[in-house]
């Protein structure tokens, strides 16, 4: 996961020009990605063998997750945002005067990310009656246990995805519906990419939170289940949120690499700094958001 999300993060953050809207939320894109990328070989670990880094690191490396979790997808959001503004108001946004208030609005996805991720607070490690193996795990008070687990899963659901998919279903909708009118092989790649974009979204995230639902209908009893049935959701659990920590994989891919300028920004600085093929001449515009999706 790291590489792309690191070149992507490179390759916006050390040019001599303004960073675009589009470009500055890739950026923050990026950055949440990378942070995911850093926790996930502790949890493959504790995963696998158990959790041995104390009750410390239990809460560190769940606030990360969170914290990387929310703020990668609610950073998709806005960019679903910005595209409907570049292509359905296309003169309404080259209007605005907007650097200062992308930044403010990626800096409140990260405090509305680090306020969401406060329940991983919770998270302590120990080792469940008749087991050898020490796992991070939630601790809640015995009386409040289902009340807070309910609590923090509905607003995973809703926050951490309902709310996210209905920002992008509107505003790609609304993109791909003004794309329609536009007969252009561009025009037409530029459809294909937002299924793309929505379908990749869906197809990692979904599973995850059908399956953490699932799971939460069987704690709360309204749904009848035996050890069987436990295991079987716990299993899917863990394999879609793997599926799900995949979206981070794809980011790089569908929001940057596709665009035709980030790619040859990206070939220019190769040959420019390894090859050492010329000198590096004046860029003329940055990637983005309307370039890596051809809008």
């Known amino acids: 996961i790291t590489p792309g999300n690191l070149l992507v993060g490179v390759v916006l953050s050390s040019g001599t020009h303004t960073l675009l809207p589009s470009d500055v939320y890739l950026l923050h894109l990026a950055a949440a990605d990378t942070l995911l990328s850093?926790?996930?070989?502790?949890?493959?670990?504790?995963?696998?063998?158990?959790?041995?880094?104390?009750?410390?690191a239990c809460k560190l490396l769940?606030?990360?997750?969170?914290?990387?979790?929310?703020?990668?997808?609610?950073?998709?959001?806005?960019?679903?945002?910005?595209?409907?503004?570049?292509?359905?108001?296309?003169?309404?946004?080259?209007?605005?005067?907007r650097g200062k208030r992308d930044w403010l609005m990626c800096v409140t996805v990260w405090a509305l990310g680090a306020v969401l991720s406060l329940p991983a607070l919770f998270r302590v490690a120990e080792r469940p009656a008749g087991s050898d193996r020490t796992i991070c795990v939630d601790s809640y008070s015995p009386d409040s246990a289902s009340a807070w687990r309910l609590a923090t899963r509905v607003v995973r659901?809703?926050?951490?995805?309902?709310?996210?998919?209905a920002v992008m279903l509107l505003c790609y909708g609304a993109a791909a519906a003004r794309l329609r009118r536009v007969r252009s092989p561009r025009g037409r790649r530029a459809r294909q990419?937002?299924?793309?974009?929505?379908?990749?979204?869906?197809?990692?995230?979904?599973?995850?939170?059908?399956?953490?639902?699932?799971?939460?209908?069987?704690?709360v009893w309204l749904v009848p289940?035996?050890?069987?049935?436990?295991?079987?959701?716990?299993?899917?659990?863990?394999?879609t949120q793997c599926l799900g920590f995949l979206h981070s994989l794809a980011n790089p891919v569908l929001y940057a690499f596709m665009g035709h300028r980030f790619r040859e920004d990206l070939l220019r600085r190769f040959r420019n700094r390894v090859l050492c093929q010329g000198s590096e001449g004046p860029r003329n515009s940055r990637s983005g958001s309307q370039t890596s999706s051809g809008l």
């Open 157 to 165: 659901h809703t926050l951490g995805f309902l709310l996210p998919l």
């Open 62 to 97: 769940s606030l990360l997750l969170e914290l990387s979790f929310y703020s990668s997808i609610l950073l998709l959001a806005c960019i679903s945002a910005d595209r409907y503004r570049l292509v359905v108001r296309p003169a309404q946004s080259r209007r605005e005067a």
């Open 193 to 219: 990419l937002i299924v793309a974009v929505v379908g990749a979204f869906l197809l990692c995230w979904a599973p995850h939170h059908v399956a953490v639902m699932a799971d939460t209908l069987q704690r």
């Open 225 to 239: 289940h035996g050890c069987a049935a436990r295991r079987v959701v716990g299993g899917a659990e863990f394999a």
């Open 38 to 56: 850093l926790a996930l070989p502790f949890w493959g670990w504790a995963a696998l063998l158990g959790w041995v880094f104390g009750d410390a």
